[in-house]
């Protein structure tokens, strides 16, 4: 087992969670969850495998919210009906699935599968269905998966408030900014090598590209696409707590900043999920306006829309030459796209999960055991019919209204509006190229926090409720009371 130095960095912030405040630990765990191209460590024993930064501080997480709650509110995040009985029931079976499905259907196709080499180094071969290493990796992510959600829920549950998720996702977009400026600045001054530190996974590393004359931005994620992915969620949440007035100067504020850097990532991934964001935040503010009191800012959002056009228009009449220079940058980072050989090799993956899943019968070759470039055939090659099925229950329970999740002006029901605003995002980018199972750790805290609003609204009709101030230890400024 080889350790990388962000590791040992790693364990010795788990140890002093144990001597910390419980909010300290969710803290870090949502901070954590930047590092997705870092490793804290390596195993020989499954070919080299990564794993990286998040899924390590998880134990000390899990332990943490154990010590401080016990095993009921865990356990609890999984009782039927609530979305944990569906992920737990999903996760089962893919994990079950993961072990069996590939041995029952050795050979009776073949997958696009990660193949580990000599050297830690790996490519994506067509090869027949056999069992890999790659099925134990993508179980373990789903066990973290499920784990992150319940601990998520326990703490919100037993002690803690969605606010402090606020401050956390506010302090994780700004070094999320802070590490996208880094890696521009260093790649023009030659000192790339700087990001080596955070980008120790045993991946193919696609960070030194330009496109349309700019330098894609990376960020801590092994590719431009990765950082746009996970900056769409950032955006996507900000971006709703200020359209729901939330510390309005702050969040506005930090939403540009995001969607700058997410356009100067240059993914079409990531203007796709932009792009999906963008309507599901201007149908839900249609949606408000009509209410008895309406609530965010569904004026200004019909007449920024209105006004796109009209300024597009006046910018051209302007500057004609400026059409074609736009013309031109759209059609090499979107519509090129299709036609590269990145296009033709994904759509070719897609093609071959498609094959596995008929070819096994709808029930999928074995989590892990295939790749694809869209969520959609990942779930069908990998878990079939059944484990798709659980799939889309699960976030129908996460994503479609319940009463008191919500509605109205509390700060809960807007923290819950930016959670499923992220949520949208991160389904956006993963149909649109997701290439494995794992959603990251980030799209189950979010999950976890809509899970127990619903639960905490019934507490407040029961008990007083305690002002947020008290719960969070932190001022409406967000600055500590001494």
Not at 70 to 95: D, H, M, N, Q
Not at 190 to 218: M, P, W
Not at 407 to 413: E, F, K, M
């Amino acid at each position: 087992m080889k350790i990388e130095l962000i590791g040992l960095l790693t364990i010795a912030l788990g140890m002093m969670t144990f001597l910390a405040p419980v909010h300290r630990a969710f803290s870090i765990m949502v901070l954590s969850t930047l590092f997705g191209a870092g490793a804290a460590f390596s195993l020989p024993g499954l070919g080299g495998a990564s794993v990286l930064v998040p899924s390590l501080f998880l134990v000390f997480y899990g332990l943490r919210m154990f010590l401080a709650f016990g095993e009921g509110p865990i356990l609890e995040s999984l009782a039927p009906p609530r979305a944990g009985f569906w992920l737990l029931l999903l996760t089962a079976y893919a994990v079950a699935s993961a072990f069996f499905l590939p041995r029952l259907m050795e050979d009776v196709t073949e997958t696009m599968t990660v193949q580990r080499l000599a050297g830690g180094r790996s490519s994506i071969s067509l090869i027949a269905l056999e069992p890999s290493t790659n099925n134990i990796t993508q179980a373990f992510y789903a066990l973290g998966g499920l784990a992150c959600f319940a601990f998520t829920f326990a703490y919100l549950r037993s002690a803690g408030s969605p606010a402090r998720l606020v401050y956390a996702m506010l302090a994780l977009s700004a070094a999320n900014l802070g590490f996208a400026v880094l890696d521009v600045v260093t790649y023009y001054a030659g000192a790339a090598h700087i990001f080596d530190f955070v980008r120790t996974a045993n991946y193919a590393l696609l960070t030194g590209s330009e496109k349309a004359g700019f330098k894609r931005i990376s960020g801590t994620f092994s590719e431009a696409s990765a950082f746009a992915g996970y900056t769409s969620v950032l955006f996507a949440f900000i971006g709703s707590l200020w359209l729901d007035r939330v510390r309005s100067l702050l969040t506005g504020s930090v939403a540009v900043l995001l969607l700058a850097a997410l356009l100067l990532s240059t993914s079409a991934t990531g203007m796709v999920a932009l792009a999906v964001v963008a309507v599901y935040l201007a149908f839900r503010s249609v949606g408000e306006s009509i209410r008895k009191s309406p609530i965010g800012r569904p004026a200004f959002l019909a007449s920024t829309v209105l006004a796109i056009p009209l300024v597009s228009l006046f910018v051209l009449l302007a500057m004609p030459d400026l059409l074609d220079s736009v013309a031109s940058y759209l059609d090499e980072i979107l519509f090129s796209k299709l036609e590269s050989h990145s296009g033709r090799e994904r759509f070719m993956w897609n093609a071959v999960a498609y094959q596995v899943f008929i070819d096994t019968g709808g029930w999928g070759a074995g989590l892990g055991s295939a790749r694809a470039s869209s969520y959609l055939l990942v779930l069908l090659s990998n878990v079939g019919l059944l484990g798709t099925a659980l799939f889309a229950i699960f976030i129908g329970s996460i994503l479609l209204p319940r009463p008191g999740s919500e509605t109205g002006i509390d700060l809960d029901a807007k923290i819950v509006r930016a959670c499923k605003a992220g949520l949208v995002a991160a389904l956006a980018e993963a149909f649109a190229a997701g290439t494995v199972y794992d959603l990251g750790l980030l799209f189950y805290v979010l999950a976890g926090t809509i899970a127990v609003v619903p639960l905490r609204a019934s507490q407040r009709e029961s008990t007083p409720e305690t002002p947020i101030d008290e719960v969070t230890g932190l001022t409406p400024l967000g600055g500590s009371r001494s």
